[in-house]
Nanobody, 124 residues
Framework: QVQLVESGGGLVQAGGSLRLSCAAS????????MGWFRQAPGKEREFVAY????????YYADSVKGRFTISRDNAKNTVYLQMNSLKPEDTAVYYC?????????????????WGQGTQVTVAS
C-alpha cells in the first residue's frame, strides 16, 4: 500500500513561514519525482513545485518562486516544502504527490499517488 502523509500545515500571519513535510512509504520514494500541489476553495488543484531524484533539480510555479523551497531527505523518505513570506493567496490545502514515470510534471495527471492534504491558512 502506497502512503504519503503530509504534516506541518496551520494558521500563520502574512509574511510568516511554515514548513510542510511529506513522509512516504519505502519503495514509493526512491527514483521518483516528488511534487507539491495546492487547491484553494472553488479553484482547481495547481502545481507548486517538484524535486527530481535524488534531489539535483527543482522546479517552481512562478507564483511561489523565490519564496518556497522544495527539498527531499532520501534517507528519511521525506519531502519538504519550506514556505517563506507567505501571502493570503497562498491559503489552500497542500498535497504532496509522487509522479508516474520520473519525468517530472507540472500537471496533476502526471502524478500517481497523493497524500490526504494539509491545510495552510494565511491571515492578512
Amino acid at each position: 500500500q502506497v502512503q504519503l502523509v503530509e504534516s506541518g500545515g496551520g494558521l500563520v500571519q502574512a509574511g510568516g513561514s511554515l514548513r510542510l513535510s511529506c513522509a512516504a512509504s519505502g519503495r514509493t520514494f526512491s527514483g521518483y519525482v516528488m511534487g507539491w500541489f495546492r487547491q484553494a476553495p472553488g479553484k482547481e488543484r495547481e502545481f507548486v513545485a517538484y524535486v527530481t531524484w535524488p534531489g539535483r533539480r527543482t522546479y517552481y510555479a512562478d507564483s511561489v518562486k523565490g519564496r518556497f523551497t522544495i527539498s527531499r531527505d532520501n534517507a528519511k523518505n521525506t519531502v519538504y516544502l519550506q514556505m517563506n513570506s507567505l501571502k493570503p493567496e497562498d491559503t489552500a490545502v497542500y498535497y504532496c504527490a509522487r509522479d508516474r514515470d520520473s519525468s517530472g510534471s507540472i500537471y496533476a495527471s502526471g502524478y500517481m499517488y497523493w497524500g490526504q492534504g494539509t491545510q495552510v491558512t494565511v491571515a492578512s
